[in-house]
């Protein structure tokens, strides 16, 4: 399963230079674990991170400019952070499974005369089999709409790694000669895009000469950002099985569908487990309404008549979708979630916050986990190296540090003291 070891955001609101986890050039800073949470104050921008990995998913989907200007973001102008005229900046350090090469993704945004946001520069790159220091190869390197792409798995020579890449334009030219475009089973590729709104990983990970950015564009377009309420996982859609639950979850009991369908073995022992977990509820079932719609059913241990999703109460709904996620037999490689706790008793929230580390670290490779929270109780069952503490300073702009970065923190949490607690006591601000 792929996992993302680091990233980096620049520019983004208040998130003027915030690097969390590993890059390509901090090799001695410890990745991001499995299981990541990001805490911190009203403010400190937790809903800024949350939604730079949604702005980056939609710059995927729908390109740059409709991006900004998706899910109330307001436009680049109301993105790029107050007083600064640089780019919008995003770095990426992922792989796509333990043994595979590390790859770095990088992405700037800017905008033209008429304020009107695009592609500037965009860039793949690895280092290759054994090289162990040194800069990483650009397989995909592109400036307005152009640049080359290695084709199939070539890395080019040294030269073309360890070049300085200061004037862009030169580069680009040199590799167009090199590249050979009118040469048969050439190893390069000059690319020119149509649009320099929309981003090259999305047009070239569709063709197969390209598998390196294939990689990677599966990878983004297997992110789930859940934006999870309780209202819309009460309607009742067509019914008609879907694999994925959406990012709002009015699609809860088409899943359901799908997983009564496509699993039909492992469905009942699924629900089983799901039903185990939620008080009160002994069974868990999918009904076709007359007219072809869906209603999911819910049987109480106390009562002979099931309740249905429209009786059921926001926290049961919740959890069950969460759940139901974790059980998909093809798990997305990242999940997002923002503040899972709404909604749900203080007491559910610990046994949550292990539910996705045991998916996460399964033999098997779960999802990669990246939630925000301000609820001591989740954060109780982390460790510090999962907990990672978001701060505004006196500039306007947020930090960011690992609370596994305090060592009076770490010794406390191995004497027992829960690390939610500690964050309660305020042992986990800036002192």
Known sequence: MAKIDGFRIRNYRVL??????????????????????????N?????????????????????????????????????????????????????EDGKTRLITYELTIDADESGRPFVLYERLRQRRKGQKHGRPFSFLILKNGEGVAWKWEAE?????????ELNMQQLLFDLKEKSG?????????????????????????????????????????GWYLSYFTPDAAR???????????NVHGDNLGNVVQFMEREHK???????????????????????????????????????????????????????FAYLLMLENPTPPPFVCIEEPENGLYHKLLGTLANEFREHATGR?????FFVTTHQPYFVDGLSPEETWILEKGEDGFSTIRRASEDSLVVSMVNEGLPLGGLWFSDYLDAR
């Open 16 to 41: 003027q230079d915030v690097t969390i986890g590993k890059l390509w050039n901090t090799q001695k800073v410890d990745p991001l674990s499995s299981m990541t949470a990001v805490i911190g104050k």
């Open 43 to 95: 403010g400190s921008g937790k809903s800024t991170l949350f939604d730079a990995f949604g702005f980056l998913a939609d710059c995927f989907k729908f390109g740059v400019e409709e991006a900004c200007d998706r899910s109330g973001r307001g436009g680049f102008h109301r993105l790029r952070s107050q007083g600064v005229t640089d780019p919008i900046e995003f770095e990426i350090y992922y792989k």
């Open 156 to 164: 080019g020579t040294k030269e073309d790694a360890d070049r300085p």
């Open 181 to 221: 475009e009118n040469k048969e089973g050439s190893e390069t590729e000059f690319i020119e895009l149509e649009d320099n709104r929309k981003l090259g990983i999305a047009t070239l990970g569709s063709l197969k000469q390209h598998p390196r950015i294939s990689a990677f564009r599966r990878f983004i377009e």
């Open 235 to 245: 309607s009742l859609p067509l019914a008609g099985p879907q694999k994925h639950l």
């Open 265 to 319: 073995s492992q469905f009942q022992k699924i629900l089983d487990r799901i039903a185990d977990k939620i008080p009160g509820v002994k069974q868990i079932a999918s009904e076709k309404t007359p007219d072809n719609r869906l209603l999911l059913k819910f049987n109480d241990s106390a009562f002979t008549d099931p309740f249905y999703a429209q009786q059921m109460s926001d926290g049961t709904l919740k959890v």
């Open 364 to 368: 098997k490779g779960g999802s990669q």
